[in-house]
Each structure stands twice: as structure tokens, then as C-alpha cells.
């Protein structure tokens, strides 16, 4: 199974307002660990970008089955 890493970010003006995000990694990530592993890195690349967002949580594996309120 290939994993991809799952996250929630929230307005920083509104933190009300959030959005999930996902990255699928290259190459390939097959096990939980290898995910945690370059999740964070991954996230704070994210983060230096869009400075306007926090990001509250976050999670690898499968699509969550919700539209992305719970990770």
C-alpha cells in the first residue's frame, strides 16, 4: 500500500475557515514509518509558502472517509 500524507490547515485570520490538504510523495512511500519519516519536512516546505495558514493536523495512510473536518 502507498501511503500519502494527509493534512488540515486552518486560516490563521479565521481559524473557522480550514482546508485539507494532500501530498502523494516521489518516489513512492510503502510503509508507515518512511511516511512519518518525510511528512514533517514535506509539511514545512508547506508551511514557508503560505504563511497565511497553520496547520492544526496531520496524518499518513489511506483517504480519509470524511470531507476532511476529521484527520
Not at 27 to 42: G, K, R, W
Not at 52 to 61: A, E, K, L
Request: with cysteine; glycine share 6%.
Amino acid at each position: 500500500m502507498l501511503y500519502g500524507l494527509y493534512f488540515l490547515t486552518c486560516l490563521i485570520e479565521n481559524p473557522t475557515h480550514c482546508v485539507m490538504r494532500v501530498h502523494h510523495f516521489e518516489p513512492d512511500v510503502s510503509t508507515p514509518q518512511h511516511c512519518m519519516a518525510v511528512a514533517q519536512p514535506q509539511m514545512a516546505r508547506w508551511q514557508v509558502g503560505h504563511e497565511r495558514w497553520r496547520i492544526t493536523r496531520f496524518r499518513c495512510g489511506k483517504p480519509p472517509r470524511d470531507d476532511g473536518t476529521r484527520i
